[in-house]
């Protein structure tokens, strides 16, 4: 049967297809699949108007086959092309065997026989833990088959152009998937794509348009995408109700909206100090110990609580405060309670534990007793995994030599107990380098000072571990940006490594090697499969002094940086905020108030 694109005819003897032909796009550059898994060969029950347009294949051709056959070069090929690269489609294999996504480029023919390559993303879709099925997205590029023996593929920049079809055969088979309802449509399928998928979804027809518009969709797609924490810490934020997880979901993906913005707060700490330690509880930021004159070991407690109308650091009466330290680290666990883990001190190194509640009254530090603690050091690199897991790595021993062991401390169990992530290799001894979450259990070490033989230098490295492996190991992340010197951000040490929902990791700052500018940010996706490291150009004034500087995300829309190195003093009172989302934020300064709408 044809159908007529200007009305709805019956789909099958239960009522009206449910939608019309007309709604499905002529221009865009993208194919929609879905294939039913749970058939073994995993057929095809759904293929968009532009997958025929672009293959030349009908809909009723192809509904039924596995989509191999866009392997052989015209229908009438029995074997797969030669120029297939067969370990992309043993990749492929392996994924939709283990039930887990796919993304790849796979040489592709018409139906003609030309060339295509086929850039592809492959997304199970569960139900009732499940697979039911495969959702491909799929964008097509021209190739050309290379004469040579070798058979290489030269691809074109250019997206092959769609040209309107006012005449086709449609089968009345490609309407399996409307027959979902609206319900099982949002919260089984799309609520399971990446914001950049369910985009193009959007696009493949006007049911499919309606429902990646609705703002609890959209939630759904950036918990899944981002976790259920960061999107539980995004809610919290002023003006996020406003704007809609649509557009949130969008800035966090292309930054179109991040800015620098310069501001002050009231208040003093004193005395004078550098070394310290900060974090960001929810709206509030905490200074703790430092470095004195004459090298004095710090150990007061300082709150700037930026939700105020009048922001101004306080110093804060705490019961049974830690020794003083500088070189320490402070970590966020639960909410409103910090953990602060070794330093330098007046009698040398510490490997102790301390924990402070701020919604206690009075706000008390208390001693953890950890078991089995690593040695004592400082400069090491710290990061909180699910709310109760602290990370400690590297750093420097009391001897001077640098450290390469990474230690886990579960602050959640009776008697908390070290742990040793024992790793059949590791990364080169350092200091000054970041530890930073991302994904659910995975881990990024980047920068610092590093031990390569018997020589320090600034360092560049990237190296990931996923905690969640039953044997956890490092492995180094090889940036393939083609916009920076070398594809990679400039040596450096002492700078901060912030994880931006979708698990891009934002680089800023340090001591920096050579002439690179210590100011500029760099975005590195360790999810990618070719990971990329990026130059991210915002608007706004940007911190003149961004080595010895702090910084802390607020509220997950907010990159607060204070001071830094000035040569003579480190400035407290002068603030930078980068702002990652176009919320609604109020922020006075100590002179005047600004209401802000960004």
Request: charged residues 20%.
């Amino acid at each position: 049967m044809e159908w007529d694109t200007d009305f709805d005819l019956s789909g099958g003897d239960n009522g009206p297809i449910p939608f019309p032909v007309s709604s499905l796009p002529k221009t865009a550059t993208f194919g929609f699949v879905v294939s039913d898994a749970l058939d073994p060969d995993h057929p095809i029950i759904y293929v968009n108007t532009v997958f025929e347009i672009i293959t030349g294949y009908r809909a009723d051709e192809v509904i039924g086959k596995n989509c191999r056959f866009l392997q052989c070069r015209g229908p009438y090929a029995k074997r797969r092309h030669p120029s297939v690269d067969s370990t992309v489609v043993s990749k492929m294999r392996r994924c939709l065997e283990k039930g887990i996504e796919f993304q790849g480029e796979l040489l592709n023919f018409r139906k003609d026989g030309s060339p295509l390559m086929n850039k592809l993303r492959l997304v199970p879709i569960r139900e009732d833990d499940e697979i039911t099925h495969i959702i491909g997205v799929l964008f097509f590029t021209d190739a050309k088959l290379a004469p040579s023996p070798a058979k290489e593929i030269t691809i074109k920049r250019s997206f092959t152009s769609v040209s309107p079809i006012r005449e086709r055969n449609v089968s009345r088979g490609l309407c399996g998937i409307f027959e979902l309802s609206d319900e099982v449509m949002a919260y089984k399928i799309l609520s399971r794509l990446a914001p950049r998928d369910i985009a193009s979804v959007g696009c493949v027809c006007r049911r499919f348009s309606e429902l990646t518009k609705n703002d609890d969709v959209w939630r759904m797609v950036c918990q899944n995408t981002w976790g259920s924490e960061a999107t539980r810490v995004l809610e919290t934020v002023p003006g996020a109700k406003r704007i809609g997880w649509v557009q949130l979901a969008r800035e966090f993906t292309t930054h179109e909206a991040t800015a620098w913005r310069k501001f002050s707060v009231g208040g003093i700490v004193q005395p004078s100090r550098c070394n310290f330690s900060t974090c960001a509880v929810g709206n509030k930021i905490v200074i703790f110990g430092g470095e004195g004159v004459n090298m004095q070991p710090m150990n007061d407690t300082f709150v700037l609580d930026l939700g105020s109308t009048t922001p101004e650091w306080k110093s804060v009466l705490v019961s049974s405060p830690p020794p003083g330290r500088w070189g320490h680290t402070l970590s966020c666990v639960n909410g409103s309670r910090l953990v602060v883990f070794g330093g330098y001190g007046s009698h040398g190194l510490l490997n102790d534990v301390f924990l402070l509640d701020l919604d206690a009254d009075p706000p008390t530090w208390r001693e953890v007793s950890g078991l089995a603690p690593p040695i004592p050091r400082s400069w090491h690199s710290s990061c909180t995994l699910d709310g109760t897991k602290l990370i400690v790595s590297g750093g420097c021993a009391d001897s001077g030599a640098l450290l390469n062991d990474t230690f886990l401390l579960d602050l959640s169990m009776d008697i908390p107990t070290w742990k040793e992530i024992r790793v059949p290799w590791s990364p080169p001894s350092r200091l000054g380098h970041t530890l930073t979450v991302y994904g659910d259990r995975k881990i990024l070490m980047f920068g610092g000072l590093a031990e390569y033989g018997s020589r320090r230098f600034r360092s560049n490295d990237a190296y990931t571990m996923n905690l969640s492996e039953s044997e956890p190991c490092w492995r180094p992340v090889v940036g393939y940006g083609t916009s920076l010197p070398g594809g990679v951000a400039a040596p450096r040490l002492d700078h901060v490594a912030i994880s931006l929902p979708g698990g891009q990791i934002l680089i800023f700052g340090g001591s920096v090697a050579g002439l690179d500018s210590a100011s500029q940010l760099y975005l590195l996706d360790p999810t990618e499969e070719k990971p990329a490291w990026r130059v991210l150009n915002v608007k706004g004034s940007s911190p003149l002094f961004a080595w010895g500087h702090t910084t802390c995300v607020v509220g997950g829309t907010r990159l607060v940086v204070f001071g830094g190195q000035t040569g003579e003093e480190w400035m407290l009172n002068e603030a930078h905020e980068l702002l990652l989302a176009n919320t609604s934020t109020k922020i006075t300064s100590s002179r005047h108030a600004e209401k802000r709408l960004f």
